[in-house]
């Protein structure tokens, strides 16, 4: 019987969006901030413990980017347990997940191929060999997004089991059809019961053995199904307390049962072939039974959240107007702005500089100051992905940190592109955060917005 355990580990960035540095938080003592405090409890002592080899998993990439300035060398070893598998196997247990944790439904076309892009290329960076598998932030999927990750050549995402319709009885792995003579797109459904007792029933997970023999009883024998239990990674020692040695220990207990093996999808799809088919449900999530409504709009997730939808059109306002200021100047100087945005990534890795990722885009060779000019253009479009963090509409209140960082960012990106190009942002951008508020504390957007502006002006 084929299992696996797939840990999705992933933070909110937590950094300044002007200084790109994580201040002090309260309730991560005796910790500076939460990244460290859960790297301390997750994932040192899973890598410690090796479970990063045995798991499918994948990281956000702005977390591992932090992980490797931080602590390297427990960095290292997640890769080193990844790369062994694949050094092995040919395929590694690691995923990618799109850049910026962004619902991938709700994003432009154009935006859908910078996040997968930057996925990839960081997980080719860090592991250094093509990811076959993307986790999809929040697990949010449209038919869209399947046919961008098939075009950057991926061939599988998790999701949970109401987000296919099977065509016939067969319960998955499925092939999706794709349009435009693109080749099926595999989908593996995770196991609902399982996934929600070691998410959801902390007493399921107290007694390794006593869950082995409680999955064994639940699952049919069914050799040619990949059976897998999906969670957030972080449970594995900081949302649930020493549940990182109960995944160790059932990870080498099922190591010893004859009728039970731990695999991956990737090495799964080398050994089996697929051939159930099944239809999408577009747009959808595993964390909204609404579709993706949780991350635009008020729903019945975060009830009483009718901040959400506001938010949103600012943003969708502030976006467009960021993207066309950017174009039309990047335009005279390179012939695809849109190409040398996804080349970005590189940059942010420090493989290369703008200069290098720009050169067979230019109409004639940069001046310093024309490459200048392209890097703050860059700089802004960063910062204009960020504004759609997943994690700025998860919650039900806006006076969080991650709403206020999502619109900061926002803030820093028009404030870069206006001090680049002089080209003020339209009349009615900051009127529309005017209409984003906190019922609690009053606490409203556009001065959440301004105050940013202010200290982008006086410390950059």
Known sequence: MNLCIHGHFYQPPREDPISDYIPAEIGAEPFNNWNEKILAECYEPNALAGNFGKISFNIGPTLFRWMWDYKPEVAQMIVDQERANFNKYGVGNGMAQSYNHTILPLASLRDKVTQVRWGIEEFVFRFDHMPEGMWLPEAGVDLETLCVLSDQGLKFVILAPWQ????????????????DGRDPFVVFPYRRDLSTMVSFVPSSTENGKRFVSLVRDNLAARPDRLNIIASD???????????????????????????LHWTYPGLWLRENEVTARANLVSPSS????????????????????????????????????LDEVYYSAAIRLVSDP???????????????????????LVFSSLSAGEVEYLEILLKAQYARQRMFTSCGWFFEEFHRIEPQNNIANAAYAVWLTEKITGMEPKANILKLFGDVYSNKTGLRGDTVFTQTLIRAKNET
């Open 338 to 360: 849109w190409e040398l945005r996804n080349r970005t990534i590189k940059v942010l890795n420090g493989e290369k500089n703008v200069h290098e990722i720009s050169e067979d």
């Open 164 to 179: 296919v319709e099977a065509i016939d009885d067969s319960p998955g792995p499925y092939l999706i059809d794709l349009p």
């Open 286 to 321: 595993w964390s909204c039974f609404h579709g993706v409504d949780r991350w635009a709009r008020e729903c019945s997730c975060t009830h009483g959240a009718d901040w959400k939808k506001p938010q949103f059109i600012a943003m969708k306002a502030t976006a467009d107007w």
């Open 233 to 259: 990674g972080e449970l594995y020692g900081h949302h649930q307390k020493f549940r990182n040695h109960f995944l160790s220990y059932v990870l080498n207990l099922v190591e010893s049962e004859t009728d």
